[in-house]
């Protein structure tokens, strides 16, 4: 939506299926079909200025949101070999099979933008992951154990800002 007194908001959903026909002959998951993503963003932008009409200044609030399907990984064996250490012996014919657990996100920014003599100024503050959540980035397989962990996406993070434009 386009801003309208100062509100703005922003919808997106992409629902997919995506697969390949392996050499095997059967339709498989890709590792990117996780099926669904929604992302939304809301804001309100609060306008103010000096008397003089010389300075425009403005604070804005928002809040994005992602929301997606798990990323696909595929099931494989640990195989013990004889100098104590493991290798992944993978499943190809079930290759993408398995769904990790949903993305979910959701990041709030403040700004303050000050607009004098031609030159804009802004400041900000970004919290990205408001909520910690635990996003899975991969997994790892450990050699010496044959056990697999996952690494994790960043969690709750502070992001100041500040940019001059032109």
Excluded: C
């Excluded at 099931?75 to 493991?86: K, R, S, T």
């Excluded at 993408?96 to 700004?111: N, Q, S, T």
């Excluded at 933008?113 to 397989?141: D, M």
């Amino acid at each position: 939506h386009f801003l309208n007194r100062g509100f703005y908001y922003l919808l997106t959903t992409s629902v997919f299926d995506s697969k390949y026909r392996g050499s095997d002959n059967i339709l498989h998951n890709t590792a990117f079909n996780n099926n669904l993503i929604v992302n939304g963003l809301i804001g309100k932008e609060f306008t103010f200025g000096s008397k003089s009409g010389k300075s425009k200044k403005s604070l804005s609030v928002d809040l994005k949101t992602t929301y997606s399907g798990g990323k696909r990984a595929t099931e494989f064996n640990a195989i013990q070999l004889p100098d104590d250490q493991y290798y992944q012996e993978f499943n190809d014919s079930k290759a993408y099979d398995l769904k990790l657990k949903d993305y979910y996100r959701a990041d709030l920014r403040i700004g303050f933008k000050l607009n004098k003599f031609g030159v804009t100024q802004e400041w900000g503050i970004e919290i990205t992951n408001l909520f910690n959540n635990q996003n899975i980035y991969g997994v790892n397989f450990n050699k010496e154990t044959g056990k697999s962990t996952y690494t994790y996406q960043l969690g709750f993070m502070l992001i100041p800002q500040y940019r001059i434009i032109f």
